[in-house]
Nanobody
């Protein structure tokens, strides 16, 4: 079964940056779409960004996310990284990664959720 592990969360001041990592096997990145999600307090889990099989393309939730967040593959570490800039208190959430068999922004299409990593942005 596909196993994912998120890391890199922490406490940061508004306007700061963090980079999160989603670790998986090379096979996973080759055969699956890998996406980043978050669940803020009192809200449902939401899609942020994803990378298609073998890193052929990337796509984001919307322009607000794409303008501040960037996903990239780190082949040496076997991770999909989420670089987050200009962080806001509203970005406070547990961040997750998961996989899908095809490109999708729908949370329901993803599975094999990691444990999540907490990001807290102070004002």
């Amino acid at each position: 079964q596909v196993q994912l592990e998120e890391s890199g969360g922490g406490l940061v001041q508004a306007g700061g940056s963090l980079t999160l990592s989603c670790a998986a096997s090379a096979l996973t990145f080759t055969t699956r779409n890998v996406g980043w999600f978050r669940r803020a307090p009192g809200k449902e889990r939401e899609f942020l960004a994803a990378m298609t099989q073998s890193g052929y393309s990337t796509y984001y939730k919307d322009s607000s996310v794409e303008g501040r967040f960037t996903i990239s593959r780190d082949n040496a570490k076997n991770t999909l990284d989420l670089q987050m800039n200009s962080l806001k208190p509203e970005d406070t959430a547990v961040y997750y990664c998961a996989v899908s068999q095809y490109a999708s922004r729908n949370v329901r299409d993803y599975a094999n959720w990691g444990q999540g990593t907490q990001v807290t942005v102070s004002s």
